[in-house]
């Protein structure tokens, strides 16, 4: 049974919506792996991923599969009761992971926000209140509440909005000394994304994260991995902290753990979980039926040797052309990243004009993204074709022709 909808446009986005986005002109309706298609019937690639969510494309049959089972079972009890799909997901996660313990939320803002609140709690319990200093790195994003605007570091997100959460400081990032000036005992946590995602796609050094974790044992402070971006298999690790080898004490997921359905997660010891009592922390949806069993399918697909060793061989091919066309157009002068979340940083001559390439891309079929006003990035789905990773750089070698000629 279907209802006759009325017909909607861009340009009701104007009309209709909190002007807090700025959408591309046209509106995607349909897609299948990593092809999309809009109003118009016109396909696009999709490099974009919707910001490093759809870590399998789009209506992945395991997913739609996961989906349309639970929907005709179970949708929501809320946490007055437990479900299957949210214990089974933990156990996965457990599993899988340095982690004792699993908090579901649904999003990666909240699941920063619970591994914050830990880590104060924690060491108020253990330490008492003067402990209750959070570190955390200049460029990093950790959400858009206002606890993890104050501990993100880029005033453009939190100024502005009243008095921020105090107890925050921010360390230029890879700079191992400027943490230890800044470390001391009053810290409860230092945070940090083992790539910055947002900020234009910069990978830590090892030495970085190994000289972090060193400094929290010595002062009794918690590391904490923002993993939101780096999460279920993107950088061809599970988690981008099996990459370095540096064990977090907490580790925040979101993105691409529900491949599209909204989920987040907080994974952290018994030790540290036990703070977390009855009562003190909670969200209505948290380890929702729905968005659980979507998560258990994404990791079942994910987690597998083929699928985290295909990005790793999707990662030389991407890099590979993209140096090559960085070259050839004089676009960008450098291509990082790890697995498949890219970033190519561009030249002197296009310095603050990733929205130009982004743009130039969209009319030749193309989504990508943009990390920051100077870096290209690109979030494929981990399971994209060869054909289409082909395809989709031709197209994007032709918006960097004509983009450079025109
Ligand atoms: C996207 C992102 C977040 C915020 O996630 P939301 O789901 O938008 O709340 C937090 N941290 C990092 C590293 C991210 O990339």
């Given at each position: ?19 807090n ?28 991923g ?72 924690v ?21 858009r ?35 230890k ?48 971006q ?13 990459h ?17 359905f ?111 006003p ?33």
């Open positions: 049974m279907s209802v006759e909808q009325a017909p909607v446009q861009r340009a009701d986005f104007d009309q209709v919506m909190v002007p986005y700025a959408p591309a002109a046209f509106i995607p309706v349909r897609g299948a792996g990593s092809r999309v298609w809009d109003q118009a019937g016109r396909e696009l690639i999709d490099f974009a919707g910001i490093a969510v759809n870590v399998l494309g789009h209506a992945h049959p395991a997913l739609v599969g996961a989906l349309t089972e639970q929907a005709n079972k179970l949708w929501h009890v809320s946490n007055v009761f437990t479900n299957e799909p949210a214990l089974r997901l933990a156990h996965k996660l457990v599993d899988a992971t340095f982690a004792d313990r699993a908090f579901f939320c649904n999003s990666g803002a909240e699941a920063n926000e619970a591994a914050f609140k830990l880590a104060r709690r060491a108020h319990d253990r330490f008492g209140p003067e402990k209750h200093e959070i570190i955390a790195t200049v460029n990093s994003f950790h959400g509440t206002l606890f993890t605007v104050s501990v993100g570091g880029q005033p453009k997100y939190s100024d502005g909005f009243g008095p921020k959460i105090t107890g925050i400081s921010h360390v230029p990032y890879n700079d191992l000394e400027a943490l000036a800044q470390i001391s005992d009053k810290t409860c946590a230092v945070v940090i994304e083992p790539i910055q995602g947002e900020s234009g796609v910069v990978p830590a050094d090892v030495a970085y994260l190994q000289g972090a974790r060193e400094l929290c044992d010595k002062h009794n402070a918690l590391l904490i991995f923002d993993e939101v780096t999460g279920v298999g993107r950088t061809g690790e599970l988690f981008a902290y099996m370095y080898g540096v064990t977090p004490d907490i580790l925040s997921s979101a993105k691409s753990l529900g491949g599209g909204p989920i987040g997660a907080m994974l952290t010891t018994e030790a540290l979980a036990k703070h977390l009592t009855v009562g003190t922390h909670g969200t209505t949806y948290g380890g929702n039926p729905l968005a659980c069993a979507v998560a258990n399918a994404v990791l079942d697909v994910v987690n597998t040797p083929e699928v985290l060793a295909g990005v790793k061989a999707k990662h030389q091919k991407f890099k590979a052309r993209l140096e090559q066309i960085g070259e050839k157009y004089g676009l960008f002068t450098q291509v990082r990243g790890v697995g498949l979340l890219i970033g190519c940083v561009l030249s002197e001559a296009w310095k603050g004009k990733a929205k130009d390439v982004f743009n130039a891309a969209e009319k030749e079929g193309l989504m990508v993204l943009q990390a920051g100077d870096v290209v990035r690109f979030a494929p789905s981990l399971v994209i074709d060869d054909a289409d990773i082909d395809e989709g750089l031709d197209r994007f070698e032709r918006a960097a022709a004509k983009l450079t000629q025109g």
